[in-house]
């Protein structure tokens, strides 16, 4: 299996039932929380009218929807309803799953010519940037997708820069035993940008399929972010032409509309491409996969569902909304 294959599994947006009900078990919390006081809301109305709108709003906003998307969604359903003259409950119900489905769906088709990820046709690997605040489960993060490719049959590399902190070096080193790919360091205190460097020119030499590059995740001087990061892209370029082919950013789910200012933050500083949510097995806060998703306009391309090394998912919009209204 090559790469392409790999990563087009996204396209398909297809889980089998371990999948499923690891989805289901990882979103339970929000569920209980927040979705199901909607089912609740709807149970028994005869009509849709504006309190029941006005007790949706309320809903969504409180399970860290945002509040624009939340308006969003909620104009859509007032125009459905008066086009469609939809009177109950249930109606109401199949609208909103169909709406917030249609809104991640658009937001993916805006990035989907940047999100294709077949390997370069020159031989050299697919490198993969990963950016997020300490905390969010990058280095999780990274270390579950490299079993993932390893298990599709990827060679893979990974590249530690994030040398600010020696516990970053360290844990990268744990992952990269655990999976069984070989990593590239320098321990605490290298030059992030000469770490990537010889993790590029190491995975060209193994022939390796993927290269995922850690970086630092500092967010209280954004300039200097914005600096190393810039450094490590055209460090990057000079051994694999247009690399970084994907910038992925981590978030924790957990910190609900935080992890939507993190994002607008890391957006400044660089050319994210694709978001991974983490930690949504553990909060009910998983409506912000939707706000982030639609505030962002970046497809959310991976969740974090459960600890084992298959619970980071590649994100499947329809398979999470019906889970969040089963």
Same mark, same amino acid.
């Given at each position: 299996?090559?790469?392409?294959?790999?990563?087009?599994?996204?396209?398909?947006?297809?889980?089998?039932?371990?999948?499923?009900e690891?989805?289901?078990?990882? +979103?339970?919390?929000?569920?209980?929380?927040?979705?199901?006081?909607?089912?609740?809301?709807?149970?028994?109305?005869?009509?849709?009218?504006?309190?029941? +709108?006005?007790?949706?709003?309320?809903?969504?906003?409180?399970?860290?929807?945002g509040?624009?998307?939340?308006?969003?969604?909620?104009?859509?359903?007032?125009?459905?309803?008066?086009?469609?003259?939809?009177?109950?409950?249930?109606?109401?119900?199949?609208?909103?799953?169909?709406?917030?489905?249609?809104?991640?769906?658009?937001?993916?088709?805006?990035?989907e010519?940047?999100?294709?990820?077949?390997?370069?046709?020159?031989?050299?690997?697919?490198?993969?940037?990963?950016?997020?605040?300490?905390?969010?489960?990058?280095?999780?993060?990274?270390?579950?997708?490299?079993? !993932?490719?390893?298990?599709?049959?990827?060679?893979?590399?990974?590249?530690?820069?994030?040398?600010?902190?020696?516990?970053?070096?360290?844990? +990268?080193?744990?992952?990269?035993?655990?999976?069984?790919?070989?990593i590239? !360091?320098?321990?605490?205190?290298?030059?992030?940008?000469?770490?990537?460097?010889?993790?590029?020119?190491?995975?060209?030499?193994?022939?390796?399929?993927?290269?995922?590059?850690?970086?630092?995740?500092?967010?209280?001087?954004?300039?200097?972010?914005?600096?190393?990061?810039?450094?490590?892209?055209?460090?990057?370029?000079k051994?694999?032409?247009?690399?970084?082919?994907?910038?992925?950013?981590?978030?924790?789910?957990?910190?609900? !509309?935080?992890?939507?200012?993190?994002?607008k933050?890391?957006?400044?500083?660089?050319?994210?491409?694709?978001?991974?949510?983490?930690?949504?097995?553990?909060?009910?806060?998983?409506?912000?996969?939707?706000?982030?998703?639609?505030?962002?306009?970046?497809?959310?391309?991976?969740?974090?569902?459960?600890?084992?090394m298959?619970?980071?998912?590649?994100?499947?919009?329809?398979?999470?909304?019906?889970?969040?209204?089963?």
């Amino acid at each position: 299996m090559g790469i392409f294959d790999f990563f087009s599994k996204s396209k398909k947006e297809t889980l089998d039932p371990v999948q499923k009900e690891t989805l289901d078990q990882g +979103l339970e919390k929000t569920k209980q929380t927040f979705f199901s006081k909607i089912t609740r809301l709807l149970v028994g109305k005869s009509r849709v009218d504006q309190g029941v +709108l006005d007790d949706l709003e309320e809903l969504l906003i409180t399970a860290d929807v945002g509040v624009e998307t939340t308006l969003k969604i909620i104009e859509r359903i007032e125009n459905r309803v008066s086009k469609d003259r939809v009177i109950n409950s249930e109606e109401l119900n199949q609208i909103l799953r169909d709406e917030i489905i249609g809104l991640l769906e658009e937001n993916a088709a805006n990035f989907e010519g940047k999100l294709k990820v077949d390997k370069p046709t020159d031989g050299n690997p697919y490198v993969l940037m990963v950016v997020g605040v300490n905390g969010v489960g990058k280095t999780t993060t990274i270390g579950k997708l490299a079993y !993932q490719m390893k298990q599709a049959g990827l060679k893979v590399v990974l590249g530690a820069s994030d040398t600010f902190r020696a516990a970053a070096v360290d844990q +990268l080193i744990i992952w990269a035993d655990r999976v069984g790919v070989p990593i590239v !360091q320098q321990g605490m205190g290298a030059d992030p940008a000469s770490v990537a460097f010889d993790a590029l020119q190491s995975a060209k030499a193994q022939g390796a399929d993927v290269v995922i590059i850690d970086t630092a995740g500092r967010l209280h001087n954004k300039v200097n972010l914005m600096q190393e990061l810039s450094k490590i892209k055209r460090v990057m370029d000079k051994v694999v032409p247009n690399a970084p082919h994907e910038i992925l950013l981590v978030l924790d789910g957990s910190t609900g !509309q935080n992890a939507y200012e993190q994002a607008k933050q890391f957006a400044q500083a660089t050319d994210i491409n694709a978001l991974a949510v983490t930690k949504l097995d553990g909060t009910a806060k998983g409506g912000v996969v939707i706000g982030i998703s639609d505030q962002m306009k970046i497809p959310v391309k991976y969740i974090g569902v459960g600890e084992k090394m298959q619970d980071l998912q590649l994100f499947d919009r329809k398979a999470f909304v019906e889970s969040l209204f089963k």
